[in-house]
């Protein structure tokens, strides 16, 4: 099954009072273009966080936000060590004892030694990196769900579309002969009315038409279109790569158009050339869509 390019997920994880909450929207992109929103805490796994979405991402422009709250709290400062404030306060305990001051230790003597309080960041994050992934986790499975719902109608309309033009194709092939054919006899009599010469040498004319019947001729052109539609039909039913694929072979397909439209002599076939570009251009516009 494919997959669009555009979806949103977002996922909640909770554990006590550590609430993470991951957001993720993506848009088309020709390749996977990642734009982070962390908290200060996460910066020294950012990379971390960057793998986590590339392994399971391949296409599109991703925006993913992470917020990290401490009850109702958004984590902004890094979890204060108890160890670490006892620690302080002994230190100026022994320093007032020391230095014989009998004045009360007051909180702005303890902010002092601010530093030592808080847990690293590289320790917290380690800490909350477990459930941060779940978050991610959870959020990436909720957009690819809505990018699976999405791709799966764009793959009903796409595989309408390519039975449309094996459809005018198949026509194509039947009008070929009759137009050459028709095409030929108007020719035959107007060379005649040209060349009186001609008229003598019926041989050489006919030598000369079937030169022309054969570049005229898209026999060769249909085949490998029709190949090219069921090269394209097996590109969609495979899940890695397809966008990129299906693009390359939407350019085949239109060549071989092209060329049906240069060398054909019937309009009817021209006509049918055209709405087979028509048909093509539609996909086109559904695949840039497609991961």
Same mark, same amino acid.
């Given at each position: 099954m494919i997959s669009s390019m555009t979806g949103y997920g977002k996922g909640l994880i909770q554990n006590g009072e550590l609430v993470v909450e991951a957001e993720? $929207?993506?848009?088309?992109?020709?390749?996977?273009?990642l734009s982070l929103r962390l908290p200060k805490s996460l910066s020294a796994k950012e990379l971390e966080v960057r793998e986590k979405v590339r392994s399971r991402i391949k296409r599109g422009k991703i925006y993913l936000s992470v917020t990290v709250r401490k009850g109702d709290f958004e984590d902004r400062f890094n979890e204060i060590d108890p160890n670490y404030v006892k620690y302080a306060l002994k230190l100026l305990k022994d320093i007032k004892k020391a230095a014989g001051i009998k004045d009360k230790?007051?909180?702005s003597d303890l902010l002092n030694f601010q530093?030592?309080?808080f847990k690293e960041d590289e320790e917290k994050a380690s800490e909350e990196m477990p459930f941060i992934e779940q978050a991610i986790d959870k959020a990436i499975d909720n957009m690819n769900k809505m990018r699976e719902a999405e791709g799966s109608e764009l793959? $009903?309309?796409i595989r309408k579309r390519i039975q449309i033009i094996y459809d005018i194709v198949d026509e194509i092939e039947k009008k070929k002969e009759q137009g050459i054919n028709e095409y030929f006899v108007?020719?035959?009599d107007k060379a005649r009315q040209l060349v009186g010469d001609l008229v003598d040498n019926e041989n050489r004319l006919l030598t000369e038409l079937a030169l022309l019947s054969e570049r005229y001729d898209v026999t060769e052109e249909c085949v490998r279109l029709k190949s090219h539609l069921k090269i394209f039909?097996?590109?969609?039913?495979?899940?890695d790569d397809a966008g990129r694929r299906l693009n390359f072979i939407l350019q085949e397909m239109n060549r071989e158009a092209n060329?049906?439209?240069?060398?054909?002599v019937s309009s009817d076939i021209s006509?049918?050339?055209?709405?087979?570009?028509?048909?093509?251009?539609?996909?086109?516009e559904q695949i840039q869509n497609i991961e």
């Open positions: 993720i $929207k993506s848009l088309n992109s020709r390749y996977l273009d230790i007051k909180i530093n030592m309080f793959e $009903k309309d108007k020719f035959k039909l097996d590109t969609l039913d495979q899940t060329t049906i439209n240069s060398k054909s006509h049918s050339g055209i709405y087979i570009k028509e048909e093509i251009e539609k996909i086109r």
